[in-house]
């Protein structure tokens, strides 16, 4: 790349031919330079070494068809030449003992390795990336009409990502970020691992802004969702995570949203717990921005799907976290996502359900569902706490007008997991009866006529385990819809796990004639043959009841 200062030539103005023809010339005066200097032996030996490797180097260059061509190979030349000038400037100082002192000689000597080990290195990447085999327009030109071009030149932009010193790679970084913005799909076609490991790289650059601007990339190509198996396989993890937990305001909202997306993956989402990216994640939750809190709680979601490593969240803090989420989360998606995380971190563990109760989890969930659009990620995280607490505080802190309020206005699986809770609950006569009494009956009718099958099951069961208090039979027999849904149930096909538990409620309703002539009528005989065949339990009896009952109304027309 071209460096900054007096002696440096810009490289537009010279063709990349006779900037090999420059460098040609000098590798051979530097090594002479170099071979001839007596004091600092061994830094001396470490350039003359890289020295003796340029030859090669410029002729892989020079050996290509189209290196002629290229910008960013005459810019390399230029680098070369400049550093081969430095070699013998400083030769020339060591030999004269011209300098201000040792350690500074030293340091300028460990600087010029660098460089020369720089231009050794991007000499190599220029052909590996294969850039060298397009001919570059200027990139406003590129953008215009021709998607080919275009390529060719996020092609050697990416490249410049690789190639040189930081400050160079901070500008192509600038250009990239906006022409991601206006071209995303042309950088994803030609998008490499190299390119990838090359931006990961600069996330760990000494510049603040450096760092800021390369997360702002990977973020895209995460959320792009196309790139996520070589970000994490070529190591963004572990610098990522640094940048949540002490990045910029900007830095920090980049890279929690790219764990968001990262973390939906199981196998990233224990990477990102080994490699403790949690008690960073609940941090943002508890201090951070509104967008950077609710990536980060919907990161920590995404992770607590994962059996295995919930006892660690548990152990970080995060159930008093999404608990604190649910009643105080700036954005409603921090919300949504807390209660996703409360419903993953009490599925199947007794021990992280009786925590979240003792945090005040159920009182929050509750006060959740108060909203106009119940979610269902609060109604089964509830559904998966009653076991855990006693009836009779659960009806003490408003429970069941919730379920009456998401049987009313939730979406078909907050319905589904109000069913579900309705049907852990009821355990006893009295509560039964509430249930009844709150209303929640009609509901449950109407849910027969989901277009799911489980809703229409679960629903069915919720009924069938109301019916045996008097006055919730009396409810569903007076409702007009109540007979004909459940009978449609008793589809005998193996798709619908509903008919069991349509067949017990119809037993129950059987015992009203009223109901049993609206069996009749509805087809309920012929199916309930076909599953006494099957040998569903209590369709026999059933079906003699109500071939009894079509006998004694034959006779008593006659």
Known sequence: MVEEGEKIVDAQQQSAVECLSQARELVPKALESARAIKNFPGRWKTIISKLENMPSRLSDLSSHPCFSKNALCREQLQAVTNSLIETIELADCCMKNRFTG????????????????????????????????????????????????????????LARLQIGHLEAKHRALDILVDVMKEDEKNVLSVMGRSNISALIQLLTATSPRIREKAVTVICSLAESGSCENLLVSEGVLPPIIRLVESGSSVGKEKATISLQRLSMSSETARSIVGHGGVRPLIDICRMGESVSQAAAAGALKNISAVPEVRQNLAEEGIIKVMVNLLDCGILLGSKEYAAECLQNLTTSNENLRRAVVAEGGIRSLLSYLDGPLPQESAVAALRNLVSAVSLERLVALGLLPRLLHVLKAGSLGAQQAAASAICRICSSVEV??????????????????????????????????????????????????????????????PQNTAKKYAVSCLGSLSSSKRCKKLMISYGAIGYLKKLSEMEIPGAKKLLEKLERGKLRSLFSRK
């Open 432 to 493: 039964k009866k509430m249930v009844g009494e709150v209303g929640c009956i009609p509901f449950l009718i109407k849910m027969l006529e989901a277009k799911t099958n489980s809703a229409r099951e679960i629903a069915a069961q919720a009924i069938c385990y109301l019916l045996n208090v008097p006055q919730n039979s009396r409810e569903v027999k007076k409702d007009e819809k109540s007979v004909p849904n459940l009978v449609q149930l008793l589809d005998p096909s």
């Open 102 to 157: 040792k350690l500074q000689m030293q340091s300028d000597l460990d600087a010029l390795a660098a460089k020369l080990d720089l231009n050794l290195r991007d000499c190599g990447l220029l052909i590996k990336t294969g850039v060298l085999g397009e001919a570059t327009l200027p990139l406003s030109v590129a953008r215009a009409t021709e998607p080919d071009v275009a390529s060719w030149n996020i092609r050697e932009l």
